[in-house]
């Protein structure tokens, strides 16, 4: 079983569209989030849900919005896709006492 | 501020010889540091931490690394390298105290295992 899973894995879109990424685990753990991989590969956290609350919130522009449902998921939402938002996102999940995060297998998100 | 460092962007080193990947960290209170691996179009893999104990660590796949408080570093370390260990390797430090459970990761340390 896959411990935390995205989808899609890939995405290519226009600028201006609005498009979502889900993530989803299996670990039971209470805390989720959001990374951003550059084309250097510069690893950089956006957000941070635990037990459905916003707990980190980078500076990130606002046309990105978290949402958790539940413990077990969060989506990302990108409104009006720029040129610049092209990279890998990963998802990951920690249960906070553990410390260690688990990571996803990464949507590779272009946008042309 | 609380920063990690990976000096090096690429190490190569021969099959079977040791290898070591370099990561100085700053930050206030005590540590807790983290070992990543990342394979191509691969998702970052959980390779050892340490938050206290005993300064050598050992973690999956034969790797080691090294806590030295003294010089803020927390190098890892193999003693024989596999070609398959080939793959970007990032070190993260979150420090003790802080309200969230944040990350910080180095920029990464490219491992090339020739033949």
């Known amino acids: 079983d896959t411990a935390v899973s995205q989808t899609p894995k890939y995405l290519v879109t226009q600028m201006g569209n609005d498009k979502s990424i889900k993530c989803e685990q299996n670990l039971g753990h209470d805390t989720m989030y959001w990374y951003k991989q550059d084309s250097k590969k510069f690893l950089k956290i956006m957000f941070s849900?635990?037990?459905?609350?916003?707990?980190i919130n980078e500076t990130v522009p606002n046309r990105f919005s978290p949402k958790s449902p539940d413990k077990a998921h969060l989506n990302l939402h990108i409104n009006s896709l720029e040129l610049g938002d092209s990279a890998v996102y990963f998802c990951a999940s920690s249960q906070v006492t553990l410390e260690t995060q688990y990571f996803g297998p990464g949507t590779r998100l272009l946008v042309l | 501020a609380q920063s990690v460092a990976q000096p090096e962007d690429q190490v190569n080193v021969a099959e079977g010889n040791p290898l070591t990947v370099k990561c100085t960290y700053s930050?206030?209170?005590?540590?807790?540091l983290f070992w990543y691996v990342q394979y191509p179009n691969r998702g970052l893999q959980f390779l050892l931490k340490?938050?206290?104990?005993?300064?050598l660590v050992k973690g999956s796949y034969g790797f080691e690394a090294e806590f030295n408080k003294s010089q803020t570093s927390f190098h890892l370390k193999k003693p024989s390298a596999l070609v398959s260990d080939s793959a970007l390797y990032f070190c993260a430090v979150r420090a003790f105290g802080g309200a969230t459970n944040k990350l910080i990761f180095g920029t990464g340390t490219l491992l090339a295992v020739q033949p």
């Open positions: 340490y938050i206290t104990g005993d300064n």
């Open positions: 930050v206030s209170g005590n540590p807790y």
């Open positions: 849900y635990n037990n459905k609350e916003l707990i």
